[in-house]
């Protein structure tokens, strides 16, 4: 254990020259507070915590390190993320593939800069598409390898997106909906 929390304090003094936090593999069920403190001084421009263990990111994230353009959530087990990442209005790339999410995030379509959305391989059925999904920056969102249920594709096939939306073809379209 010892030697992750000394990967980890490396890993916060080279963001703090070069604006890029790299957290992945460090075997985090959450983000330490150390991590706050150490990085209090620096505006992070990217931050990496793919391949953790994490369950869920505090709204304290997204107050923190509201000016990050880059995050990488992927391969950890997130279910949700906290309202307060709307904060995040520099973020272009949100990477939240291979993890455990049934719906898709609605607060990911408040993200006013977002451009490109990876949400591969969760266990996604639904979107919540009851509010108007519309962002103007938003070119891609890759759910594909998702369990999309059968209602949920229909209305996305119907839906006029401005970006552009990957999706998986069911291989076998009359098998029944569990």
């Known amino acids: 254990m010892a030697h992750l929390v000394v990967k980890v304090i490396e890993r916060c003094e080279n963001a703090t020259e070069n604006a890029n936090l790299d957290l992945s593999k460090c075997e ?47 391969h950890n087990q997130l279910t949700k993320l906290p309202d307060e990442f709307a904060n995040l209005s520099a973020l272009t790339t949100l990477n ?6 049934i719906v898709l995030p609605q607060v990911v379509f408040k993200l006013q800069k977002l451009t490109s959305l990876d949400a591969q391989h969760n266990a996604i059925l639904e979107i919540d598409t009851d509010e108007s999904i519309s962002s103007d920056c938003l070119a891609v969102v890759d759910l594909r390898n998702n369990p999309l249920s059968r209602l949920c594709r229909n209305r996305l096939k119907d839906f006029r997106t401005s970006f552009r939306l990957e999706i998986s073809d069911v291989v076998d379209d009359d098998e029944d909906d569990w």
Request: hydrophobic share 40%.
């Open 96 to 101: 939240i593939s291979h993890n455990s999410f």
């Open 28 to 74: 985090l069920m959450q983000i330490p507070d150390a991590v706050y403190h150490l990085m209090r001084n620096t505006e992070l421009q990217t931050c990496n915590l793919s391949g953790n263990v994490l369950k869920k990111v505090t709204p304290k994230f997204a107050l923190k390190f509201s000016a990050i353009t880059d995050l990488n959530l992927s």
